[in-house]
């Protein structure tokens, strides 16, 4: 272990005798002059390799449509990571209470729109992933099937109660912000900042919360079984490029031919 | 206000009264049954229009290079985006105190590899943006400075002390995880799976701390002016599809010839 390992260990107070972060049982209360008291769980545990060990929040599971109902509104109180993360989160306040019930939700709010409008990773995605991580003990598979449903599936599905507009669903083919947006835009007819757009995203984001808590509540249960498998086509494109293939030369399993259509040459 | 809104704000305890979740003022104590004694931040404020007003942490300027020290070393700890994200909040606990403390960080390994594998949205920037909402003032100017430097800059730049290895560095012209990857092993090299790649994303989130750091250094300061503005291509995609224009069927601010080259015909 070099001396800087050593140094950021030392100061996360962790090493063999460290608990969870976050871990509902041990916690330590800190105390300082002209500041509130605030009851801290304690840092990270490190595995052998000096890896952060992966420790999932108790979950139970949910009303997918209560969740669903929640994530619309809250898409309209902080957008669409905000929207999903959030309704999660509160869901398992409400059940469960802390540390759910403090959990700093707000800073989800960058997400918004691919993040600030930069139209990367779509906020619905990146708030379900976050909520994943943060509750499952198996989060790649919960993850891959969530991700491959929100390029494959005509979104939205989930009409919320009180819906502000009737809105046409279109397929993405990616996780992408901007590729979701324009592909909305040719199926509807309707243009990016229209409020129709934001409602479809807001019921885009109920849709997402409301499968992301389906596969969180069957991982509980013990009855998860992907519907969404990685694609085929995604398959053959890994075969050459990603690991232990013979160029492995890129990595990842989004939809491939969106952006890289005509390859390989037929 | 529709009966749902007023729900969702009673949920939350939300309101007038209510003051900022995290705020450093103001907690209260939750004591429940078996559980331990918890102090929670009271829960978000919302405007006129309903929308989660936006509440920074305090931020005090940090060493850009000790947080890219760090941010190399917590690469290695829990992937990308836990790497930058950390790095800034373990930086602001020492300086600080709570709430960066006891703040959660280790959820934001869920962005590794673009999340989880997935490769969509580099983890590094994912990190940084979180890293900035949490306590920038002004996060958007920000996160347009630490991506259009992502996207145009060699990377790394930023050579950690005790750097496993000699790293190439490339130019991603993307906020995408695959992109740069790809663009990096065709600048290397090297394989996407090689410990070479690991250790160039751990420098390159090394490179991304530091930048993000000096950015809110300058906002903490006065003096942020954007080194690295929109490209004027991008101006020029957006004058057609972006908000107001006459198509207006997109959004976003990613560089858009990688993936969209030949268009317009010229």
């Known amino acids: 272990m070099d001396e800087s390992r050593r140094k950021v260990i030392a100061t996360l107070g962790g090493g063999a005798a ?7 049982a041990a916690v330590r209360t800190v105390v300082a002059e002209d500041k509130p008291t605030v009851t ?18 108790p979950y139970v ?33 409400e059940k469960v209470g802390e540390p759910y019930t403090s959990f700093p939700t707000t800073v989800t709010r960058y997400g918004a729109g691919g993040v600030l409008g ?24 919960a993850i891959d099937e969530i991700y491959n449903y929100a390029q494959a599936v005509p979104l939205p599905e989930y009409v919320p109660e009180k819906a502000k507009f009737k ?15 324009s592909k909305w835009c040719d199926a509807s007819g309707k243009k ?15 849709s997402v919360a409301k499968k992301t808590v389906e596969v969180l509540n069957a991982q509980a249960q013990g009855s998860f079984k992907a519907a ?15 690991q232990k293939s013979t160029l492995e030369n890129t990595r990842g399993k989004m939809e491939c031919a969106p952006c890289h259509e005509g390859h390989p040459k037929s």
């Open 61 to 93: 599971p949910l009303d997918p449509k209560a969740v669903a109902e929640r994530a619309y509104h809250n898409y309209y109180k902080g957008d669409c990571m905000y929207g999903a993360f959030t309704s999660i989160v509160e869901g398992l306040a």
């Open 18 to 24: 460290a608990v969870g972060l976050l871990g509902t």
């Open 228 to 242: 969404f498998p990685l694609p085929d086509e995604v398959k053959a494109c890994r075969a050459c490029h990603d």
């Open 192 to 206: 990016a900042f229209s409020p129709e757009r934001a409602d479809r995203c807001a019921q885009l984001v109920a």
């Open 40 to 57: 801290t769980p304690k840092k990270e545990v490190l595995d052998e390799k000096g890896q952060v060990v992966h420790q999932p929040l």
């Open 167 to 181: 809105i046409t669903p279109s397929v993405s083919h990616s996780t992408l912000c901007h590729v979701s947006v």
């Open 118 to 141: 930069w139209a990367t990773l779509c906020g619905a995605l990146n708030g379900a992933a976050m909520a994943v991580y943060l509750v499952s003990k198996e989060p790649m598979p």
